[in-house]
């Protein structure tokens, strides 16, 4: 059985990208590179045209909601620029997950990094269908919409009535190019780093169960002749210290890996936060508005959804990278430390040394990503989206 | 068939275990006879309570829904559908998860043990025995007292409905509705005579029953944290002798014989023998004095395999001249010590992984039901079943947090302690052995163990400060609002 490659976690997500041209390549095309310039400049002007629309739209309904939309499209724009300038370390990052570091464990423990890819695929389809169902059900409103003419599924800062047909028309395929290219790539973006802190945590868990099996007593005992366990002290030490010490550089990998994550994706993340926040606020605050079984409800509801889902997706993966490396140190322990010397000892005391501190990934230096950032994230938008509630229906 | 043996956590719990049993959990096992049709009888059992006391909740809810109206009404039967969620969720989650529950049982079944130390495990135990019978009596008297306490208060004040007139906003129309502890719909008209009294006892039956459910298992969960806090104490306490145990390996101390003494209440027996102690003893006044002294001044401390050429008779080992028994006692005792600890690792994981989420559950209900109950009591006016009903349900509430908070905390406590108690038993006297051994526990035992509410929150006493710092909190914004 041959162990998993460690890139088909993110096979799926660098199809979708290179799709839109986001997904880097060491030297590309031209053509690549206009075509990666042109979605860029649909989503930004998109952007763009929603803020302007912002203070032309009357409707107070219709304006909370154009803000929201503006919120989440500002996001993914952030991001992408965020992302072209760290192409290069990126780059790097795929580059090391080829080190032997990445592929020295038994097969039997292939099992982890397995599952990992499993579900990271899983989520991506996921999210994908998820995320088209949505983005094709606002582009499709307002041809089922007959209260209004010449609607558009999202505000635009001119009153089409007044301009000819072939205008309106232009626009509304502007919209749908743009709307699609954003959520399309902003998909493949989000579970691209979701993806590589699944393999961190995984490549974690291979670590410990390796230092685990290192002082193996049947192994021990079939390697020295004496008949009484107790007496094994200090008798194996040369070649245990040895694979201890190969355990702490694959040790130093993975921090190696994890940190290079952070660099990455950390203002990415931080933009994650803020505009989630922004946008469950917005978006709550309209699901306390509407009424039930109207279209703004269901409107209100399912993109409620979409930035929960997206905003807890970073902060579980996050903390599975935490929890997994404390863990390092707790694995140390349950070695059958009594029977070796003090050479393994003092190595094993400086590998649980460092595990004491674990590996965090920060949005931005300000928010950790664990789940007592996601109850906060959560608690302090629900209490805004409360506070305009009240400030509103004075 | 065989004849089931209590060992372990399921001896010590078992008056517990039976009292869930009795009050209908879905706890299968720990029984003498195990065939189909007894097994039949006891899901059957389970069966009929847990149908029971979903169709009680359902109609609980069907009030709610009916009077829905009213915002004080609306307020007050959301609190007593929260209240009984508690219940519903513990009943169904042990059910589910049984297996988890079983596991975490069992886990003490295979305990090690080492001639030197069986006292002071024995004594721990006891002590561990004694805190949770003394616990169960606790939980049960607080439950029966509730449980009496709310039959009590239905039958003060006025059993009726107040509402607005719908021809005149001003006046208030009352409508008699039955007197009975918890205000539910019921497909049978129960205003008086039989269907009353039914009713009645139906719903005693439901507040008595549901109580126990819930806080049983909140108990089991308790009992198993004072089990692990004791065995951290009597690992803490033996690790003192553990130390000067191990110093007898590579340096000289003097009265060995002691030291392998176990320390009992009766007997003096050595546990290895006296004459070839003497025997040693003697050959170490006769023939090692002198160098003693030289190693004395140099200071050095010298490996058990180097020593083995300066004894003439008997082959001890060590400057204490050891035998082979003696050694392998220590090195023993060492094991002892370091598997103990890691079984009690193991038995909080397993703790941890099969009430975490139960626990998320219940601080998710409490935090609703506590934000409304500081609603409820703003709108308190005086002496009345009211008052008294929102500050048992408070009351109420807040214990339920406390018992297993404090039980947490202790935890805590006890596991970042052994770490004290390892820097305080003279490892400067010991070997290097001695020395690596506390580099090694004083690591593992800076963190300390806990249990987490799958991994949102950790149980200590400072989750229940929040809580009741949120309560107070809420209670004083609503009333500068009133």
Redesign the interface.
């Known amino acids: 059985m041959t162990k998993s490659t460690n890139s088909d976690a993110f096979e799926i997500q660098k199809r979708i990208m290179t799709m839109t041209g986001f997904w880097p390549h060491r030297s590309p095309t031209i053509f690549y590179r206009i075509y990666g310039v042109i979605h860029y400049g649909m989503v930004a002007s998109f952007a763009l045209s929603l803020l302007i629309s912002n203070a032309v739209v009357k409707d107070f309904s219709q304006l909370i909601q154009s803000w929201s939309m503006f919120v989440a499209i500002l996001n993914c724009s952030i991001k992408f620029t965020i992302f072209y300038f760290k192409m290069p370390a990126f780059l790097d990052l795929l580059d090391f997950l080829h080190s032997p570091h990445f592929t020295y464990y038994e097969e039997e423990y292939d099992v982890y990094l397995a599952r990992i890819i499993r579900f990271a695929r899983v989520l991506v389809k996921l999210f994908l269908c998820s995320g088209v169902t949505t983005v094709i059900l606002i582009l499709i409103a307002p041809l089922l919409n007959t209260v209004r003419e010449r609607q558009t599924p999202l505000p635009f800062p001119l009153d089409l009535k007044k301009q000819p047909f072939y205008i309106y028309i232009a626009v509304y395929v502007f919209q749908c190019f743009a709307l699609f290219s954003a959520a399309w790539t902003s998909i493949g973006f989000d579970n691209l780093s979701t993806s590589m802190m699944g393999l961190s945590a995984s490549y974690s868990k291979i670590l410990r169960e390796t230092i685990v099996k290192i002082t193996d007593l049947q192994v021990l005992l079939r390697n020295n002749e004496l008949r009484n366990i107790l007496l094994l002290y200090g008798v194996s030490d040369c070649r245990i210290n040895k694979m201890f010490c190969k355990c702490v550089e694959h040790h130093l990998a993975i921090i190696e890996f994890t940190e290079a994550i952070e660099d990455i994706f950390t203002y990415v993340f931080l933009s994650q936060f803020i505009c989630s926040a922004a946008g469950i606020c917005l978006v709550g605050f309209t699901f306390m508005n509407a009424a039930p079984g109207s279209l703004d409800f269901i409107f209100a509801l399912s993109f409620l959804g979409t930035l929960m889902f997206q905003i807890s997706l970073y902060c579980t993966f996050g903390n599975e990278v935490t929890v997994q490396s404390s863990r390092i140190g707790d694995a140390c322990y349950d070695t059958e430390w009594v029977y070796c010397g003090p050479v393994v000892r003092k190595t094993m005391f400086l590998i649980m040394e460092r595990s004491k501190r674990p590996l965090i990934l920060t949005a931005g230096k300000f928010v950790d990503l664990s789940l007592s950032s996601l109850v906060a994230v959560v608690k302090s938008a629900a209490s805004y989206a409360a506070v305009l509630f009240q400030v509103m229906n004075k | 068939m065989m004849k089931f043996k209590k060992a372990g956590l399921v001896a010590d719990l078992f008056p517990n275990i039976r009292l869930m049993q009795t009050s209908g959990h879905f706890m299968f096992n720990y029984h003498s006879e195990t065939t189909g049709a007894v097994h039949g009888l006891r899901v059957l059992y389970s069966s009929v309570h847990l149908v029971l006391v979903m169709a009680q909740f359902g109609f609980t809810f069907g009030n709610l829904v009916q009077e829905s109206d009213d915002v004080n009404d609306l307020a007050a039967n959301t609190i007593t559908v929260l209240f009984f969620t508690h219940t519903l969720t513990k009943y169904l989650y042990f059910a589910i998860r049984s297996k988890l529950f079983y596991r975490t049982l069992g886990i003490w079944n295979q305990a090690n043990s080492h001639p030197l130390f069986v006292e002071s495990n024995n004594r721990y135990h006891a002590l561990s025995l004694k805190k949770m019978r003394q616990l169960l009596i606790i939980v049960l008297t607080a439950t029966i007292f509730s449980a009496s306490s709310w039959t009590t208060i239905t039958f003060f004040g006025e059993s009726v409905r107040v509402r607005k007139d719908p021809e005149n906003e001003n006046i208030t129309v009352s409508t008699e509705i039955p007197r009975l502890l918890i205000k539910s719909w019921y497909p049978w008209d129960a205003m008086s005579g039989l269907p009353h009294l039914l009713s009645l006892i139906y719903q005693v039956y439901y507040v008595f029953f549901s109580m126990c459910h819930a806080n049983l298992l909140d108990s089991l969960f308790c009992s198993w944290l004072i089990f692990a806090c004791e065995q951290l104490m009597h690992l803490k306490e033996i690790l003192k002798p553990l130390m000067e145990l191990s110093a007898t390996l590579d340096t000289y101390v003097p009265k060995t014989a002691d030291l392998f003494r176990a320390p009992s209440a009766n007997s003096q027996d050595n546990l290895v023998d006296n004459d070839f102690n003497e025997k040693n003893n003697h050959n170490d006044d006769l023939d090692l004095r002198g160098i003693y002294s030289t190693r004395q001044e140099l200071g050095a401390h010298y490996r058990s395999g180097a020593l083995q050429t300066f004894n003439s008779g008997g082959g001890g080992i060590g400057p204490n001249g050891l035998t082979k028994k003696q050694?392998?006692m220590v090195?023993?005792a060492?094991?002892y010590w370091?598997e103990r600890h890691?079984h009690v690792?193991r038995l909080v994981t397993a703790i941890g992984d099969s009430y975490g989420i139960a626990l998320l559950l219940h601080m998710l209900t409490s935090t609703i039901m506590l934000t409304l109950l500081a609603y409820q009591a703003t709108k308190i006016d005086g002496v009345n079943p009211y008052a008294f009903s929102v500050i048992g349900y408070l009351l109420y509430a807040l214990g339920q947090v406390f018992h297993f908070c404090i039980f947490g905390n202790r935890l805590i406590e006890e596991s970042s302690s052994v770490m004290e108690a390892a820097y305080s038993c003279h490892w400067y006297d010991g070997s290097?052995?001695a020395k690596?051994?506390v580099?090694?526990v004083c690591?593992?035992c800076?963190?300390a163990m806990s249990i987490s509410g799958a991994?949102?929150?950790t149980i200590s006493l400072d989750l229940f400060a929040s809580v009741l710092g949120a309560v107070v909190t809420y209670f004083m914004v609503l009333i500068q609002l009133k």
Do not use: D, G, P
Request: glycine residues 0%; without cysteine; positive net charge.
């Open positions: 050694e392998l090195r023993s060492i094991k370091v890691k690792v290097e052995e690596t051994f580099q090694i690591q593992q800076q963190k991994k949102f929150f």
